[in-house]
């Protein structure tokens, strides 16, 4: 169990704070309606919510450094203040885009600590943010069609980043067997990854729109991923 709240507390920020960046890229240069980007600004609580998971999973593991805890904290504290104020406004009106950046500041902070600490779930945690972002927007009822391809074709450079990455790495482990706890957290990272990948582009392979259950199985699979990532790098430095 410390395991997994050492791995929570590595990748949900890192997701929050990729995802963040998707979202803001979308709200500036997106042409959206009012409506679409009142919508997509109510998609952020998800993201504070996972913030707020982070930090009681390092709270947990007391595995987090202290200025990432109270950056994480200062997110956490103005991202639902700022949604609590963008749900109390009219249908199809926003907070003001700029406003977002005072969560999103120290997010980014905590992301740069923990990214320099544990440089091998970049990938990972990138991976797991476009298919949240894709989610977000599709529950957001977003109109911009081209961002249905464009984010299924970075996961798949992604992916297939991830999985040489990961399996050169378990190459140059040994020359002698793996253990098997290596092997089958390897495997299930490739398994889960082929699965959230498969749910993922299966929409784009039938000429669908995406369908927001769908997206959201695929981003539990990918969080599965980043998480299995993290535990692989625990069994091959410890």
Request: glycine content about 4%.
């Amino acid at each position: 169990m410390s395991t997994l709240y050492q791995s929570l507390t590595i990748i949900l920020p890192l997701i929050c704070a990729f995802s963040f960046l998707l979202m803001m890229l979308v709200l500036i240069k997106g042409e959206l309606c009012h409506g679409q980007r009142s919508r997509l600004s109510q998609q952020f609580v998800t993201l504070w919510s996972f913030a707020s998971l982070a930090l009681v999973s390092a709270i947990s593991s007391k595995t987090l450094p202290l200025i990432a805890t109270i950056t994480l904290s200062l997110t956490i504290i103005t991202g639902w203040w700022l949604s609590y104020r963008q749900f109390q406004l009219k249908i199809k009106h926003s907070v003001k885009c700029s406003a977002w950046w005072y969560p999103g500041i120290p997010l980014l902070i905590t992301a740069v600590i923990l990214t320099i600490r544990h440089p091998y779930t970049l990938l990972a945690s990138c991976l797991a943010s476009v298919v949240i972002t894709h989610w977000l927007m599709v529950k957001a009822e977003h109109q911009l069609k081209t961002f249905n391809r464009l984010l299924p074709f970075i996961g798949i450079i992604l992916f297939a980043l991830l999985v040489g990455l990961h399996t050169l790495q378990i190459w140059l482990y040994g020359s002698g067997p793996l253990p098997n706890h290596l092997t089958h957290t390897f495997i299930y990272m490739i398994a889960f990854a082929l699965t959230g990948l498969f749910m993922w582009l299966l929409p784009l392979l039938r000429n669908m729109d995406p369908i927001a259950g769908q997206l959201a199985a695929a981003s539990l699979c990918f969080v599965i991923v980043a998480i299995k990532v993290t535990e692989l790098q625990f069994l091959l430095h410890h």
